[in-house]
Every structure is written in C-alpha cells, then in structure tokens.
C-alpha cells in the first residue's frame, strides 16, 4: 500500500461495512499494546534520524571519497536518479514489487439513524469520503551500456504500469 497511511481508505473502499478495518485498528492497538518498549525504541530512532539512512548523502559521501562515480542503492521502493555534477551521481532502483495505492477520492451522501425520542426515529444526510484504488507494478532498473552500444554509462529506466483488474 503507498502511501502506509491509506490502509484504512483501501481496506474501506472494499468492505464498506468496516469490519476489515476494525480488525486492522484491533491489530494496531494489540501489537502496540504488547510491544510499547520496541515501539518506543523505534520512534526515538526515527525522530534523532538513526531509523532511515539517507541514502542520498551516503552516496555523496561515498563518491566524495573517491570510491566512484556513480553510486547505486536499491530497494527504497521509490526509484531515483540525482547528479552531483562532474559525472558524478546517484541512481536507486527502487523495487519491482506490486503495490496498491490510491487513484481517486469521492464523496457520497447517505441517510444515517441519529437517535430515537418517543419512539421516533430521526435520520440526518451525512456526508462519507470513498477512495478508488490501484494495482501497480514498479518497473525500475538501472541499465548500463558499453561504450558504442547505446547512451554510454548507467542510467535509471523508471516504468510505472497499471495492471488489468481481476
């Protein structure tokens, strides 16, 4: 799923009845609640900047070093290219995995209970946000050629395809 934080917009768009994403919150609190040292842990290293590298500086640093000029990372699941100049740059590959991510977002109106007096039920029009979502395949590589073969050096081929439902 990209972005993590449409899961419960995804897990919505296909049980509109909300039982996948009770069962998604129930998780959460379930693991959070008997993981709170290790999630603490982690959110300290996020927040001072020691969870992720930044890749991007490593391979400036790397090629500031003399150990090349081009530098490749993978599996950041978003492909990449950045030149330094002089020659010099970065390519990532990001990942070749299918991911879901969202292609829309809608409104639809419904009629909803609100309470009860004497017996009489009162309803009110509220308003629900829907989303429509995607398959896609990441088709990321870095190709190199020889020289008289082709555009010489590596280069980052980034591919995004749409997959057919069903």
Same mark, same amino acid.
């Given at each position: ?11 919505d768009?296909?049980d509109? %009845? $909300?039982?996948l !994403?009770?069962?998604?919150?129930d998780s959460?609190?379930?693991f959070?609640?008997?993981n709170? #040292?290790?999630? /603490?842990?982690l ?20 090629i500031? %070093? $003399?150990?090349? !000029?081009v530098i490749i990372?993978g599996h950041t699941?978003?492909a990449l290219?950045?030149?330094? #100049?002089?020659? /010099? ?25 609100t ?7 009162f309803?009110?029009d509220?308003?629900?946000y829907?989303?429509?979502f995607k398959?896609?395949v ?5 190709l190199f ?6 555009k010489a050096?590596?280069?980052?081929i ?8 069903g």
């Open positions: 799923m990209r972005p993590q934080t449409d899961i419960a917009n995804w897990l768009s296909i509109e %009845e $909300g039982r !994403k009770q069962i998604y919150y959460i609190t379930s959070i609640a008997t709170v #040292g290790e999630l /603490a842990n959110v300290l290293e996020i927040l001072s900047g020691r969870y992720k590298p930044n890749l991007l500086r490593a391979a400036k640093g790397l500031r %070093e $003399g150990l090349g !000029k990372f699941h978003d290219q950045k030149n330094f #100049g002089g020659g /010099a740059r970065y390519l990532n590959s990001g990942t070749w995995r299918k991911f879901i991510e969202r292609e829309s977002k809608y409104t639809k109106r419904k009629t909803v209970p309470y009860s007096e004497g017996g009489t039920q309803y009110e509220q308003v629900f829907y989303y429509k398959s896609t990441n088709l990321s590589y870095v050629h020889e020289k008289g073969e082709g050096g590596p280069r980052l980034h591919q995004k395809m749409k997959l057919p439902k």
